[in-house]
């Protein structure tokens, strides 16, 4: 019984390796990092989505579109503390920017959606240093 | 000559590349300003915007009328300093920023419908999305701005790489110019000493020909003799100018000048053969225009050279009878100088070397104090300082006028004719000046 506990959290871990890891090979951003969010586009506020696919539809969309998602995500405060769960590297590619950017998966462990998790961009993300 | 002009080409052209490099550089500085400028108002768009959104914010916590009017004014800027931005985006033909601005003027227009308006208006009534709202608008209208400073960076950039091209094309363009000018400025000056030098040679050749055959005066009975020659100046070459006073006789002189066409050694060897032939044949025969008729034949048959032709006056002086017979083969320069004036001595045959003509002999009594002058065409052909030439009216007018000794009227004339020409000769001059005095009785 011992054994196939192990075995199952052998999987669980070769999971977490080979779902994620590799994904936040190329990334800036390690999973674990403890980092604040702060927009780095004029307004400090970040938006934090429910699915990489719609933050990539906000980066990549119209006005129009942009307006629409709206609904899908939380306006974290600028500031606000947050764990990386994850990260994909160079998803996004924002409309009126060059070059592309990491999607990342967050916890944040501050402010108004305490606990909830969600996805942001890299560049919206600074690390911390000290302890949180 | 070439090289001086080489030079003022080379320096003009320097000159203008610098001049032109000049403008080059003005209107370099001229669009990076405007670029610059249009940089700028790009970031006053921004802080507009930005004004508007927290001026309305503003007014939503407070009510306080004052923001309201803030966002008034922020706004009409935001339209002004737009116009001006696209203005100058227009003028440097940056034509994908214009897209963004015009995608940036809808969006703000938007904004002010959806969000600023109805919040101005009814700022009890704000939405609960309000704050995301807002967010999207900046995070869009920011992308925008983000995009078009890429773009008017790129074009400042692409501006700054044309003009340096520009540049390399100029220096290297006038580089090569001046070293094109430069070698053929060598070149030429290098073919000009090497002709400079054979003219020198010549010149030096011809010299020692004419010191060789010149002829000195010798004293005739009842006569003072003046003589005088000038060399054409350095620069030109040397003619072949010729006089001759030769004693036949007790009472008998030959007197002899002459002008032969062309120039350098050929003509300086010429007036050799002339001076010599034209003695051997007065020694025998006193009929000048015998003497030419022969000499003309003589001429003939010695030289070959179709463009060689001999204008010349040959007259036989009876010292004691005081009488000139002469014979001139197309050679007017000659004058008797008498106390009622000066009489220009009538020519009495072609050119030698042209044609077989008989020349005939005029005789010419002259009385005590009269003077024969002879001299070459550097006298009649003489120009003054513009370009006019003294003929043979102006000749007589400076014989009348000149000092009545032979010697000294002989040195005043070549004086006159170098003053006349600003001490510039143009072509060779020989003159002979022989006054008669009243014969000595014979003696007892």
Known sequence: ?132 | MFGPIALGIALAFAIQGSFQARAEIAATFDRETRIQQAQLTIEELLRLQIDQENSVRGYTITRDPFYAQEYQASAQQFEQKESTVRQALKDQGVDQALAGLDDYDRTQQSWRKNVAQPLLAHPDSVPADLEKRNKAYSDYENSIVDEMRGLVEQKSQQLIRDTLAQFNYTIIGRSAWLVLFALLAMLFNAFSSRARKQLDEERATTAILERAYISRVVPLPNCDVGSAYASADQALAVGGDLFDVYRLSESLALVLIADVSGKGVDAAVLTAFIKFTIRAIALRRREPGAILAEFNTAFAQTVDNPYLFVSMLVGVLDTEALVLRYASAGHDSAFVRRSSGVQQLAVTGPVLGVMEEPFGTQAVHLEPGDTIVLATDGLTEARDRRGKQLREKGAMELIERADPQPQRMCDELVARIRALGRNRMRDDLAIIAIRVREPEAPNA
């Not at chain 1, 590799?22 to 307004?43: E, I, K």
């Not at chain 1, 938006?47 to 933050?55: G, H, K, Q």
């Not at chain 1, 939380?74 to 592309?100: D, E, I, N, Q």
């Open chain 1, 1 to 132: 019984m011992r054994r196939r506990i192990l075995a199952a959290c052998a999987c669980v871990v070769a999971l977490l390796v080979l779902g994620i890891a590799p994904a936040s090979a190329n990334c800036g951003l390690r999973t674990g990092s403890r980092v604040a969010l702060y927009g780095s586009f004029g307004d400090p506020d970040v938006f934090v989505w429910e699915s990489r696919f719609r933050l990539e539809s906000y980066q990549t969309g119209s006005f129009d579109i942009d307006q629409s998602l709206l609904p899908h995500a939380r306006l974290a405060s600028p500031g606000t503390r947050a764990l990386v769960l994850a990260c994909v590297p160079r998803y996004v590619h924002p409309k009126y920017r060059s070059t592309l950017d990491d999607a990342v998966l967050i916890k944040l462990l501050g402010g108004k959606y305490r606990g909830q998790t969600g996805w942001v961009m890299a560049s919206d993300l600074r690390v911390m240093l000290g302890r949180l």
